[in-house]
C-alpha cells in the first residue's frame, strides 16, 4: 500500500508572530507585519518598509549557545533554526544527546542565501588583510546549507541533510522533496521548511529592479497590496517557516498530534520560453504543475476549499488568478476561497513558500479562512475572473477539507503543494 | 606579568570554548586543549585570536601550530610578550 504522509508539527518565525500561538492570532486577526525600516531610509532606498520578525536575546538564548552566539551574524540561521526546533519540539520529538544520530529522520531546509550579513562583513576584513582574523564560523554560517547543518546538528539528525534553493519557490518544494524523501521508504521523518535572511543585502536587489513599493514609506501596514488595484509592488519580507513531515505510521505509533495530510503535487519549470523569462512566468507551466497536482492527487478542482496563492502585490496578480482560473476551470462564483499572506508578512523570498505554508496549514487544522488586507479596491481584471467574495476581508470560520498551495519563483519555476484535512 | 597571572588570563579566555568543566577547574600546565578540555577542534584558531587580543600580541603561523596545550601556549605568549 501506499504510504502516507502527515504534518506532525510546526514551526514559524514570520514579521507578525514568532512562534505558533502569536502566528496563529496574527493571521486569524489580519495583523501586518510591515513596518518602516530605519537603515533602508539611511540608505535611500526606494522602498523602505519591510517585514522583518521580532528576535529577543531571551529567544536567541532558548536556541543557541553562548558561545555559537560570538561572532554570530546570520539572521537566516537565527530564523531556520529557531522555526526548524519548534516544529521538532511541537512534534513531540525527542531533544536527548544519545551517541548515534536518528537514522531515520533527516532535513531539506531550503535558502536562498546564508549570513550575507556575516558575508559582508568577512569581505571588509578580507580587503584589509585581515583574512587570519576571521575567526572559525564564516564557513558554516555563510554556506548555503548553513541552516540545514546547524539544524542537523542540535536534533542529531542521521538521514538526509541537505539545503534546497529555487527562489521563491524553495519552501514550498521543500515539503514536496521531504514528501518525496518518505514515500519512497528512504526516511521515516523529515524536517522541511525554508529560511531567508533579512536586510538591506538581501533585498536590494530587488529594490534596483524596481519591483518593490515606493509608494508606503509613511503607510507600512498598507503597503503590501496582493490583488489590490492601487499594488504597486511587493514589501521585501524574511523569516522562516518550517513543519515536521512523518510517514502516517510513525506518527500513528507516537500518538503525535497530525495536523493534515500532505498529498503531494508538482514541481516544474516553464524553460523560460513562450512568454516566461528568468523574471516573469510561463502560463502554460503555471496551469500544467496545479493541473499536474490535481493529477498526482487525484482530486478534482471543485474540491479545492481554499488556495493559498503566491500573490506578491505586483502587477503580476491578475495574470496568476487568471492562470489559476484557467487551470482549475472554475470562475466567478464557483471559484475556491483564496487568500495571499503576503498582504501581513510581506515576500519572506525563499521562506515566503514555508511561511505561508505553514499558514495554510493552521487555517485547514483550526477551520478558519485568514483575511486579506489592503484588497477593498480589488483589480478589475481579478474582479472579472473571480467573485470578489471569494477574496475574503474579515477572517472566516469553515471547515476546511482540501487547501492547495502554490509559489512561483525566478528562473521562470513553479511549485503546487496539496494538504488535506487529516480522517 | 608572571606565570599565574598568564594562566589566570587563559582560563578566561578558553573558558566559553570548554565541553569539560572539571577539566578546565583543575586546569595546570599539562592540560590539552582538545584531549582535556574538549575544545572543539574548528575553535583553536578563535582562542588564538582571543589571546591575541587579551595580551595584545600577534601570533604566527608556526607558533598558532604548537598551541595545543597550556604548557606549549604559556611559553609561546611569554616569548611574545618578552618582544614587545
Redesign the interface.
Known sequence: MKKRVVITGLGIVAPNGVGIDNFTNAIKNGISGITHDAELERLQFSCQIAGKPTITEAIKQQYFT??EL?NFNSTGILYGVIAGMEAWKDAGLPFEINENPDWDSGTIFGSGTSGIEKFRESIYKIDDFQTR?L???VVAQTMNSGVSAYLGGKLGLGNQVSTNSSACITGTESILMGYDRIISGQAKRMLVGSTSDSGPYIWAGFDAMKVCTFKHNHSPEKGSRPMSASASGFVPGSGAGAMILEELESALARKATIYAEVLGGNSNSGGQRGEGTMTAPNSVAVQKCIQDSLKFTGLQSNEIDLINGHLTATSKDSLEIINWSAALGLSNEKFPYINSLKSLVGHCLSASGSVESVAAVLQLKHGFIAPNINCEDLHPEISATIDSSKIPKKLIHKELNIVIKASFGFGDVNACVVFKKFK | MNKLEIIDQLKTVVKPYIKNQEAFDNLSETTDFINDLKINSANLVDVILDIEEVFDIVIDNASMEKMLDVKSTLAIIETKLAEK
Open positions: 553562548e558561545l560570538r582574523r575567526g572559525s564560523t
